[in-house]
């Protein structure tokens, strides 16, 4: 069995997928990212990222069982579901968690999204087991050798356990689930969709308290945040940060790594290229998620918390990324 906890990124883009010229580089498909804990498959929000995901899932037999969790139920974060192949396999089985809407359940909200009037076949035409759960902030998610369930603490579990805990953001209109993965000691923090404060967001410090790895919101320039971007109005209150305020949350967490995430559709690779040196200047170990993007934490056996070999490797090569991607990297 694997000893590692992997990342990868298959969409990295916010709001709606962006292809063309301009973004190959950081790719195009919404939000999705893959997580593996040994052998078994996590994954992060339904975006149009989640289609190559399942197909690969599918292709390498790993889709017997997968636990998908939705930070919040916006388009880009379940748009792709729908062609999700795994959730098409009679024996996959499919455990999903995440918050419910504003006035419907989770649940529905699926199953609207795949109504006969917007899409040709529903959630039931999905032949393989769904198992869709709506989870509460103050429950714990838990994987281990007894199966995926909920549990009221952590107190108690296995360190073998992939354990999940969640902070209800309200910085996002409609309020985001941040999930925090543990497995072996290792931690990696998912804040997407959620607006900075003055000062930081501190319950999401506290929460991401020395996580290993954060992945947060950056989708804006700050001159863009402002209203100063000709062409572009001001988007203070639309629930995301500017770069300067996913490094001010990495400091003050004082994590491992941040990646930024949910990069603004309108943004070509030069743009998100420039925000990702800003972020370096204020906070080293950034990087700007892209497409095939992966990082690799090997956890010590007897867990002692950050400071082991982490490798960043590349999927997809292209000439255009900078030479410190392609090789390891110590933090
Ligand atoms: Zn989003
Ligand atoms: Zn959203």
Do not use: C
């Not at 020395?210 to 109005?233: K, V």
């Not at 001001?234 to 949910?262: C, D, K, N, P, Y």
């Not at 070999?309 to 997809?316: A, G, H, P, R, T």
Request: glycine share 10%; no cysteine.
């Amino acid at each position: 069995m694997s000893n590692e906890l992997k990342l990868k990124f298959w969409g990295v883009r916010g709001s709606y997928p962006t292809p063309g010229a301009g973004t190959l580089k950081y790719g195009g498909n919404t939000a999705s990212v893959e997580v593996r804990a040994g052998e078994r498959t996590i994954i992060l929000d339904a975006g149009t990222g989640i289609i190559p995901l399942g197909r690969e899932l599918a292709r390498t037999k790993r889709a017997s069982e997968i636990m998908l969790l939705l930070s919040h139920l916006h388009h880009d974060h379940t748009q792709g579901f729908p062609f999700f192949v795994p959730a098409y396999m009679p024996n996959a089985k499919l455990h999903i968690f995440g918050p419910d809407g504003t006035h419907e359940s989770m649940k529905n909200v699926l199953e609207r999204n795949q109504s006969s009037e917007t899409f040709p076949l529903g959630l039931h035409d999905m032949s393989s087991t769904k198992i869709i759960q709506s989870v509460r902030e103050s429950q714990v998610i838990v994987w281990d050798e007894d199966g995926i369930r909920l549990a009221e603490s952590s107190v108690g579990l296995s360190d073998e356990a992939v354990v999940i805990r969640i902070h209800k953001s309200y910085a996002h209109p409609g309020g985001v689930y941040v999930y925090r993965i543990t497995w072996r000691g290792k931690s990696i923090l998912y804040a997407t969709d959620t607006e900075g404060y003055v000062g930081t967001d501190r319950k999401l410090v506290q929460f991401a308290r020395d996580a290993d790895i954060m992945i947060h919101d950056a989708q804006y320039l700050e001159e863009h945040y402002r209203g100063q971007l000709a062409g572009f109005p001001s988007t203070q209150g639309f629930g995301h940060s500017t770069v300067i305020m996913a490094t001010e949350v990495a400091l003050a967490s004082e994590v491992g790594r941040l990646v930024l995430f949910h990069h603004d559709p309108s943004y070509t690779d030069k743009v998100v290229t420039g925000m990702e040196a800003t972020a370096k200047s204020l906070f080293s170990d950034s990087v700007a998620a892209y497409e095939g993007l992966e990082i690799t934490l090997t956890p010590n056996p007897s867990p002692i918390g950050r400071g082991e070999i982490m490798s960043v490797q590349l999927q997809k090569p292209s000439s255009q990324l900078s030479s410190h991607r392609r090789g390891q990297e110590r933090m």
